[in-house]
């Protein structure tokens, strides 16, 4: 399948976007897939509704699957490919807090989206117009809404363990607990939940041991 990793961000969150992007595209490189950095985003709404725009473009530009990640994800097992087996509808994980209980209450940081699914992209994209959002409104809740709400739809998804699509560390919620938090190991990082100057810091030394250890590791077969 044509794949892409797609990443992006705007300047609110460069200091981060600008560490975790060349980390993302040396995976590509490695696993032999497309990568593309999205930096320029309208103003009017949310950024995440943003990330649906760049994932229907991936799609008119002939690809199969998208790979998105957040700006804030580490890639830190990047010998693994889970997305290899994920080759239809849409792949999502729980979020991360203990408020999360039913499947509709996934995370969008990381999705694997194939394009027998853009039905779904599109229609949660068009709900960026109704009365009911504000600018501060993020899409993944049309995305849950759509899940919930659509039996079609619904079928489109599947909703992973935390562990696979969204390990979440436990420094990211000092106050309270994160349920299945990241383990090394886990495919990827997701340092959310941090003030920026925090978050730029735990992803620095995050990505700074991920490089240490793939410096030191024998080259693994790989496919």
Partial sequence: MKTL???GFDSKIGVIG???APHMLNYSVRHGIDFHC???FRTHSHPSWQKLDFIMDAFSAGYQRVIWM???VVISAPRFTPWNVMSSGIHVSLDWSAEAASDNEFSTGVMV???DAASVINCASSQRQSDKWTMETPATT???NSYRDEEEFRKRFTVHPRRIL???PNYAAPSASVVEPWQPGDWICHVTNLALGERARRIRVLLDKVEMANATRPAPNEH
Avoid: G
């Fill in 5 to 7: 990793l797609l990443t």
């Fill in 18 to 20: 600008r560490m975790t």
């Fill in 38 to 40: 999205a930096t320029q």
């Fill in 70 to 72: 957040d700006a804030d």
């Fill in 113 to 115: 989206v194939n394009n």
């Fill in 142 to 144: 049309a995305l849950q």
């Fill in 166 to 168: 969204n390990a979440v």
